[in-house]
């Protein structure tokens, strides 16, 4: 069994799944590994690990490129604004 763009679909309906993230399991699981061949639960276990692995690298590189806490302008603490 391989992976297909009709399964990947049937995928969509659980897992956040771009059009990159589509070509590379495409990529991996699309063809046979000659000698060897893949089960049903392969396709589904390794797909559902590199979506996972995937989208967590994608929210990382998203939160890291945004400010967490918005940055206000630093009050001044000099002697007139004291008094």
Do not use: C
Request: hydrophobic share 35%; proline share 6%; no cysteine.
């Amino acid at each position: 069994m391989i992976l297909t763009p009709v399964v990947i679909d049937q995928m969509r309906r659980y897992w956040l799944i771009d059009a990159r993230l589509e070509r590379m399991l495409l990529k991996q699981l699309g063809a046979e590994p000659y000698p060897h061949s893949y089960t049903e639960q392969d396709i589904y276990e390794q797909s559902r690990k590199m979506i996972i692995r995937y989208n967590e690298s994608s929210a990382a590189r998203q939160t890291a490129s945004k400010r967490v806490w918005p940055t206000r302008p630093k009050k001044r603490r000099d002697q007139e604004e004291i008094f």
